[in-house]
């Protein structure tokens, strides 16, 4: 069974809201080599329509020796949109039907671990329905006071456990969740 993972920018104040606008200050070395562990055992990613757009716009032509767009480019994508029709980025499909099931099916194909980036309507109804395997929260020293958050309106308390904690130079922390069963 594949992990699913999903990986949020928050500030502070836990806005995940745009964080293309406030978090390039905070990347660093820590962040850098995460970032890339993660890259290792991801094999698919799940996106919002939003989160799709905004990224298909942008790797697609970036440099291919940039590792992150190796990376993105080579790995399937899964995109959950009501409106969405057709997806050019190369190794991308479009999930039909409902989104809690279809994912229930992929996290049970033989492969390396899921992982969610930004995307937070989706988050939402993975988070909803217990799809989360972990979370991997970049925590930053930022107030934005106000905007989406990744732990909205839930039906029911969600207790994790923290499988990992890492400071970065830049003052932010990399932590890694579970939720418990």
Known sequence: MRDLQVIEFLSIDGVMEAPEDWQ?????DV????????????DAYLFG??????LAAYWPTAPE?????GHLNATRKYV???????LEWRNS???????????????????????VLGSGELAQTLIRHDLVDEYFLCV?????????RLFRELDASRRLTLADSKAT?????????????
């Open 24 to 28: 390039r200050p905070y990347f660093d």
């Open 31 to 42: 962040l850098a080599a995460e970032t890339a562990k993660g890259m290792a055992s991801t």
């Open 49 to 54: 329509r939003r989160t799709y757009e905004k």
């Open 65 to 69: 020796d940039d590792p992150y767009a």
């Open 80 to 86: 959950a949109s009501t409106t969405l029709r057709e």
């Open 93 to 115: 499909s479009l999930i039909e039907g409902d989104v809690a099931e279809a994912v229930r099916r992929l996290k049970q194909e033989p492969g390396g671990d899921i992982a």
């Open 140 to 148: 930053f020293p930022i107030v934005l006071g106000s905007g989406k």
């Open 169 to 181: 130079a830049t003052g932010g922390v990399l932590l890694t969740y579970r939720p418990v069963s």
